[in-house]
């Protein structure tokens, strides 16, 4: 069964300053990965997603992607983050033939400061 | 990006009621799931909707859930009879068949007293 884990529960920034997200994955093989936003309240916003070829993704907002066969990760960055990007991110592991259920990580709380 | 609309956006209902929620795509899509999200954890999957089937269902959704499309265009989630744990955002997503990307709707928050 596939499995994601997000080992970091909240993570507190700078603004202007870099961030990274991590996203560990269990799957037999290669997986769809995405990440996923959800504002308070909100619901959940598609980022990126990783299905094969450049193993470095550009989602929306500013945010990237690298997708680690050797291990297992598929860690979220940005290279200035801004007050509005506070929120929760989830990283989330589908099938490889598609369509198929997504399993979600626990999710990451992401805190701005000024 | 596909719309998604959910109503109702709160419903409150005590144990042992009916309440069906339900989800309105805006364009056409094969793939429909339910998704839940109880107050402080992670997302999890219910169910999984294709060509007005079940394709796949997780240990949650048991006897008391069930899914449909009753007009071909509306997607509803029943749950029969609620119960206290049953308290959680609800979330409707479409699936694209090209992308395989998931497009989630706003949710559901039910509470259930």
């Known amino acids: 069964a596939q499995s994601v884990t997000q080992p970091d529960i909240h993570i507190t920034v700078s603004e202007g300053a870099s961030l990274e997200l991590r996203c560990n994955y269990s799957y037999g093989a290669t997986p769809y990965l995405f990440w996923y936003v959800q504002s308070p309240g909100q619901g959940l916003q598609l980022l990126l997603k990783?299905?094969?070829?450049?193993?470095l993704v550009q989602g929306i907002k500013g945010f990237e992607a690298e997708f680690k066969r050797s291990q297992s990760s598929f860690n979220l960055r940005k290279p200035s983050v801004h007050w509005s990007d506070a929120a929760e991110y989830f990283c989330?592991?589908?099938?490889?033939?598609?369509?198929?259920?997504?399993?979600f990580g626990t999710g990451t709380r992401l805190t701005i400061i000024p | 990006e596909p719309e998604v609309t959910q109503t109702p956006s709160h419903q409150v209902t005590q144990m042992g009621q009916e309440v069906i929620l339900r989800c309105v795509p805006i364009?056409?899509?094969?793939?429909f799931y339910w998704y839940r999200q109880i107050l402080g954890q992670k997302v999890e999957f219910l169910v999984s909707f294709y060509n007005n089937e079940i394709s796949e269902k997780s240990e949650i959704f048991d006897d008391q859930f069930s899914v449909e499309r009753p007009d071909g265009s509306n997607f509803t989630l029943k749950i029969r009879s609620t119960k206290l744990e049953d308290s959680a955002m609800y979330f409707c997503?479409?699936?694209?068949?090209?992308?395989?990307?998931?497009?989630f709707g706003p949710g559901t928050r039910l509470t259930v007293t």
């Open positions: 997503a479409l699936g694209d068949t090209n992308s395989y990307e998931q497009y």
């Open positions: 990783y299905f094969s070829g450049d193993t």
């Open positions: 364009s056409n899509h094969l793939y």
């Open positions: 989330a592991v589908g099938a490889d033939f598609g369509n198929e259920k997504l399993t």
